[in-house]
């Protein structure tokens, strides 16, 4: 079973920074890609961005040139730093893993960030 624990969200006010870590209970040979998602109440589960193994990366429109997604050097952690946070970013925030060959998706439990003055 892959477990997915996410951490550092929390409240931040519009304008600032948080980064967001995520740590894969698998073998880095076994991942093929991970990613961010996020959900605000009321919406749907909106992709925020993913990272593959051969570390090429892509990214939301609603948050390309602010947020960074990346890797640890075991490649079984991935961060996302969050920059210039509006309150439209205000949502829970879910790890993603796609793992092995019939490529399975992994989900975390979730971190809240909200973004308010």
């Known amino acids: 079973q892959v477990q997915l624990v996410e951490s550092g969200g929390g409240l931040v006010q519009p304008g600032g920074s948080l980064r967001l870590s995520c740590a894969a209970s698998v073998s880095i040979f076994s991942i093929n890609s991970m990613g961010w998602y996020r959900q605000a109440p009321g919406k749907e589960r909106e992709w925020v961005a993913t990272?593959?193994?051969?570390?090429?990366?892509n990214y939301g429109d609603s948050v390309k040139g602010r947020f960074t997604i990346s890797r640890g050097n075991d490649k079984n952690m991935v961060y996302l730093q969050m920059n210039s946070l509006k309150p439209e970013d205000t949502a829970v925030y879910y790890c993603?893993?796609?793992?092995?060959?019939?490529?399975?998706?992994?989900w975390g439990q979730g971190t809240q960030v909200t973004v308010s003055s």
């Open positions: 993603k893993a796609v793992v092995g060959a019939l490529r399975l998706d992994y």
């Open positions: 990272i593959t193994s051969g570390g090429s990366t």
